[in-house]
Structures are given as C-alpha cells and as structure tokens.
C-alpha cells in the first residue's frame, strides 16, 4: 500500500484538506471514538515543543493509540543528518537509520527539525524532513520544518472556519512581531497559505528586508488565487497593516536575506520593536471585532499587549485547542480505522 505524508498543507488537494477540516469538526463534536487501537506513533522532536508534543501524545491516547517521544542527544542517540557523512564526530546514528527502523516499529513517525546551518538556500530545502520522508516506509507527519508547519495551518483553518464562518472575501493580515530572536518562516508562510486556501483576502505586513521566501510569497498568492481569494498587498507599516482585517495573525519570523548573519540580522530587527498589536491597532479592524491569532508560545507585551491577548477579540487558545482536534483527525485519515 502507498503511504502518504503529511509535509505540507499544499500537497494535498482542497477537497482532502476540506473533508479533514470536516472530520476534525465531527471530532470535536465528539462524533467520533476509537479508530487507532494498537497503532503507535512516533515523534522526532530536535526542537522543543509543547502543543505539538502534548496534543499529538493526546490524541493517541484519546483515539486507543500510543505515542512514542524522542529527542535526539536527550535520551536518544544523537543524529547525523547529512547525506554521505564520514560519521568519526559525535553524531551516533544516521537519520537513515533511525527513519528506516522507527518505519518498523510505529505506523506513522512526527518529526520536528528547525532550520540548520548558515545558508538559506540549503536550509530552506528542508533535507532533514524530507530525509525521513524518503527512507521511511510509513507516513511522515512534519511536526515543524524550516518551511512548514502543515499541523499549525491545518488548526488556523479549522480556526478561521468557526469563528467566521464563510471566510471567502474576508481580510485575513499576516502582520510581523518584533521578537528577540530570529524565528523560521514555518508557522507565518503556512498560516498565509491556509487562510489563502479558504479563499480569503492575503495582506502580509512587515518592515523592509523581512519578506517571506519569494517563493512562498508566489505560492500564497497562486492558491489564494486558485481558490478564489485574493493576495492582496504587502505593507510596511504596522498601523497601516490591521486597518479592514477580518483575522489578525501576529508572528514574528527572522529575516531570509539575512539568514546566517545573526549580528547584522538582530541589528536591523533592533529598531522594530514598535511592530507588535496593540488596542489602538486592533480598533482599525473591521468594526473593531477582528479575531486576533498567534500559533504561541508568544512573548507577551512584545509581540501582543496583555489587553489583546486577554480581550474579547483572542482566539489564541481556541486555536491551540483546534491543534488537538485537527490532529486527531489527519491521524484517523493516515492510520485510522473507519470514521463513520
């Protein structure tokens, strides 16, 4: 039987992403028991995490299944993960190994591996999720990635549905954060595309020298045209950035053009700290009710003021929640039993 992979939301088709979203709103409700007794999952975690882990463990558990952790150096071998290494350091186990022997023992294998190295165009290749994916012989759920984070987008659209409703033609503003520290482009390209996929409005706003991939930008902007949306503009201006939205989603992400200079990266990221979403920005969206999102862990009062987070308009932890009923379905559909 062909597996199939979970790497990205765009690789599967509208109708698959549309009937998950529609079996993880039947889960929610409770409609669904059962459906993964005796199947194992295993998750790779070389970042940390706290909902995927915590959400993926749980839907196992709620589903008759069982979830296995690991992290690499931390109670597991260390791993390799370039292609032809002379393995005489301290990496123990390749990533061919550990993918072909974990394909063995679970029905399906997370993996979570943020960007590496000093060089974007490598990086953004996202070798090691791909690497598992390719050696693997069962499916491969991308947990987070240099590129994606298919599990985040797949909760932002289950998020986006209930609170909107019809989401065709509403504003959807993907707005940068200040942030500390330099973040992967994962969680802000995949929100864009999932919002784009339901046929919303795409504003992404953020200071010069902080554009997404150009070719995520093209991306978002060919689904969102596909499904019946529209991309509609880049802004550089955070009070300009929230004016009409229908949904704000704030995130912070590190600058591409400067990826691998980290000194020159945080000294243009210095004078940005203004860039974060206050009451006053969020009165200019439309009539004042615009939805507030953030994936969190979120750096309070720097990327989101207290009175935004804890207000009427956050949906943040509605969101979080949608990550544990929107998994529990991809699980049922990769390696579930019947969901009737």
């Not at 909902?51 to 299944?65: C, D, I, P, V, Y």
């Not at 190994?97 to 996202?126: K, M």
């Not at 969680?187 to 409005?201: I, K, Y």
């Not at 969102?224 to 912070?252: L, M, N, R």
């Amino acid at each position: 039987m062909t597996k199939r992979d979970f790497l990205a939301l765009e690789d599967w088709a509208p109708a698959e992403i549309d009937a998950l979203l529609a079996l993880a709103a039947r889960v929610k409700r409770g409609e669904i028991t059962g459906g993964l007794e005796r199947k194992v999952l295993a998750m790779v975690f070389m970042d940390p995490s706290l909902r995927t882990r915590t959400s993926f463990e749980t839907a196992m558990f709620l589903h008759g299944g069982h979830a296995v952790v690991l992290e690499p150096g931390r109670g597991s071998w260390s791993l390799e993960t370039e292609p032809g290494a002379v393995m005489d350091r301290d990496s123990v186990e390749h990533i061919v190994d550990a993918a072909r022997v974990l394909g063995r023992y679970a029905d399906a294998v997370g993996v979570r591996s943020f960007p590496r190295g000093r060089d974007w165009s490598e990086a953004r290749e996202d070798a090691v999720i791909r690497s598992f994916a390719r050696h693997c012989e069962k499916p491969v759920i991308n947990l987070e990635s240099a590129r994606r984070h298919p599990c985040q987008a797949l909760a932002d659209a289950m998020t986006l549905k209930e609170k909107l409703g019809e989401t065709s033609g509403k504003r959807f503003v993907l707005t940068w954060a200040w942030h500390p520290k330099a973040l992967p482009t994962a969680v802000p390209a995949s929100a864009a595309l999932a919002a784009a996929s339901l046929g919303m409005e795409i504003v992404i706003a953020r200071p010069p020298g902080f554009e997404l991939d150009p070719e995520d930008t093209a991306l978002i902007r060919r689904v969102a045209q596909q499904s019946g949306g529209e991309f509609v503009h880049i802004i550089d201006d955070p009070d300009d950035a929230t004016v009409g939205a229908d949904a704000v989603y704030v995130k912070s992400w590190g600058s591409v053009k400067l990826y691998g200079n980290p000194q020159e990266e945080a000294a243009q990221r210095a004078a940005l700290r203004d860039w974060r979403l206050t009451p006053a920005r969020l009165k200019s969206t439309r009539g004042g009710r615009g939805i507030v999102m953030h994936c969190l862990p979120v750096r309070r009062n720097v990327e989101i003021d207290d009175a935004v987070l804890d207000g009427p308009n956050s949906v943040v932890v509605d969101q979080a929640e949608n990550r544990l009923h929107a998994q529990r379905a991809l699980l049922l559909e990769l390696i579930g039993g019947s969901t009737t």
